[in-house]
């Protein structure tokens, strides 16, 4: 079984920052990648970024330019460093975790942009 523990979500005001961390420990043998999805109120979940094991990025065409994703190997711990945050960015964030047979999930932290 493979636990996810995330931390860094929060509430902040339009144009604020916030770092999320997400570390990964339990039945993990090959990790092909690690990521973050979210999910708006109403909404599906979507994709926001994701980090290949040989450190390739996907964002989604919202984020670009405004998050950052990064990862350390050692540590089985990928970040998500999000700037100038739009109320739009709203959501539950989910760390993602892809092996080549079982994908993990993490349990959500809240991200709320409003002033």
């Known amino acids: 079984q493979v636990r996810l523990v995330e931390s860094g979500g929060g509430l902040v005001q339009p144009g604020g920052s916030l770092r999320l961390s997400c570390a990964a420990s339990g039945s993990i043998f090959s990790i092909y990648a690690m990521g973050w999805y979210r999910q708006a109120p109403g909404q599906q979940r979507e994709l926001v970024a994701l980090i290949t094991n040989g450190g390739g990025t996907n964002y989604a065409d919202s984020v670009k330019g405004r998050f950052t994703i990064s990862r350390d190997n050692a540590k089985n711990t990928v970040y998500l460093q999000m700037n100038s945050l739009e109320p739009e960015d709203t959501a539950v964030y989910y760390c993602?975790?892809?092996?080549?047979?079982?994908?993990?999930w993490g349990q959500g932290t809240q991200v709320t942009v409003s002033s």
């Open positions: 993602n975790l892809k092996q080549p047979n079982m994908e993990s």
